[in-house]
């Protein structure tokens, strides 16, 4: 296989590295089609789980940036940003769905005042696990893995800032493998030894936590971002075919112990070659299509198409008029899947436009006043030490 040169090096929060956003596409176009009603052949939690690699790779990557250029991590400056990327688009996602709901196209029969609360906290995957989904903003349970991401972007730089201190990046991946490892046992004991279900430990931090940390190993490890040789170490033909496979036994393996526990491990793991190659080993007829333009923007609207997919797919699912515009008089099977299609079709379309929406009005303002921020923080920090 033969690799291409290496990306430049990143120079801010905003960079863009080749590969990522066509994993983001290739993630976002899972967790649909799950949705749509295709859930019993198209794994929508392993494009969920592909989002948390992705976020714990380029967020260890940006703080060891910062930690190279400043000599230390600004933490205000990170929260700030986090809170400039991820609210805005939530917030709008949760107004529009609540609009929804008010004017009757989605229903929440038992709509609770702690959910709203639960969701502006970023606490959806606790409380879904209490009291179900039923009471929640209907399609706005899916931010139990917001929640997720948000408990580990609170704690996370901390720990890498104490950890940096004392430890070399590789030592400090060797930890991160130790939380993992405890994690896994920590499933196995709940799984196996509790009997709790996989309610209990699909959407909770505490059991999923290390899909989001085996980023961080391969961002510490061998950063293809950052170290193009260390990268192309992990992209020899068999380690990629041997992650390939891995993943396939993951999702064809029907053992309920083994997808609540180990799996996530497994394809944590397997993801670092294939993360490695997408980054480092362009354009190949493996990886090159994740270059396609429509695979590139698909994978800059994902964040907001992943908020807001979902409630205009129930509200579709829950008002669609079977073959109203066809007049069509089919029945079965078959109606049933043209339906299917073209709700999937039309839901498609409406979660890309408006996606595409909030990327103009919201997404780019808040990133544009993010970068200014930055450079305003930059240039007190330059005035400061010359005076």
């Not at 009291?131 to 706005?140: A, F, K, N, R």
């Not at 030592?171 to 993992?180: E, R």
């Amino acid at each position: 296989m033969t690799a291409s040169q290496a990306p430049a090096k990143p120079k801010s929060s905003d960079v863009y590295i080749r590969g990522l956003d066509g994993l983001r596409a290739i993630s976002i176009i899972i967790v649909f089609l799950s949705h749509d009603g295709f859930e019993h052949v198209v794994p929508g939690g392993f494009g969920v789980t592909i989002f948390f690699f992705l976020s714990g790779f380029l967020i260890t990557t940006l703080l060891l940036l910062e930690q190279d250029k400043r000599g230390k991590i600004d933490l205000k400056a990170f929260y700030l940003r986090r809170l400039l990327r991820i609210f805005p688009p939530m917030y709008f996602a949760l107004a529009f769905a609540a609009l929804l709901m008010v004017i009757g196209i989605n229903k929440a029969p038992e709509l609770s005042n702690l959910a709203i609360l639960a969701h502006l906290a970023q606490f959806t995957n606790y409380y879904t696990i209490k009291y179900g989904t039923g009471s929640t903003i209907p399609g706005m349970a899916i931010l139990w893995s917001l929640s997720v991401e948000e408990h580990f972007y609170l704690l996370f730089p901390l720990a890498l800032i104490f950890l940096l201190r004392r430890y070399s990046r590789e030592q400090i991946a060797k930890v991160l493998v130790g939380v993992c490892v405890a994690v896994l046992m920590w499933r196995f004991y709940l799984i196996v030894g509790q009997h709790w279900s996989s309610d209990r430990t699909y959407p909770a931090s505490d059991t999923r936590i290390d899909s989001i940390m085996w980023g961080c190993i391969l961002a510490l490890w061998r950063n293809p971002a950052l170290d193009k040789e260390k990268g192309l170490s992990l992209c020899k033909p068999g380690l990629l075919a041997g992650a390939f496979l891995t993943l396939l036994f993951c999702l064809v393996f029907r053992n309920g112990v083994f997808r609540e526990t180990l799996r996530y491990s497994l394809q944590g793991t397997a993801f670092f070659p294939i993360f490695a190659g997408a980054m480092l080993t362009q354009p190949t007829a493996l990886f090159s299509f994740l270059e396609l333009r429509w695979m590139r923007y698909l994978g800059q609207i994902s964040y907001s198409f992943y908020l807001l997919h979902l409630p205009i797919l129930l509200g579709l699912q829950a008002n669609w008029v079977p073959h109203a515009m066809l007049g069509s008089r089919a029945h079965g099977i078959v109606a049933q899947g043209f339906d299917l299609l073209m709700i999937g079709v039309v839901g498609f379309a409406l979660s890309v436009g408006l996606s595409s929406l909030v990327l103009v009005t919201v997404e780019r303002p808040c990133a544009a006043l993010r970068k200014r921020l930055s450079r305003t923080k930059a240039l007190d920090s330059t005035e400061r030490s010359a005076s």
